[in-house]
């Protein structure tokens, strides 16, 4: 994976929230750093970009809470 890919384009289809997109890859990498088992090869990589190709690939999903108004 080069350091353009996947771009943001592609990563806003699977999530249209940028905010929760960087979440997710957040705490994804901190999974990863912790001992998680990558879904993908790593080779390589750093946690931030397997977490972020992990995304890409839809192996990662969020489910994001839509708070609700009184």
């Given at each position: 994976m080069?350091?353009?890919e996947p771009n943001l384009?592609?990563?806003l289809e699977k999530n249209p929230s940028a905010y929760t997109l960087v979440v997710e890859a957040s705490k994804r990498a901190r999974e990863l750093i912790d001992g998680a088992q990558p879904l993908v090869e790593p080779g390589k990589?750093?946690?931030l970009s397997?977490?972020?190709e992990e995304i890409n690939?839809?192996?990662i999903t969020?489910?994001?809470k839509l708070s609700e108004e009184d």
């Open positions: 080069a350091i353009n384009e592609e990563l990589k750093k946690p397997i977490a972020i690939r839809g192996l969020s489910h994001r």
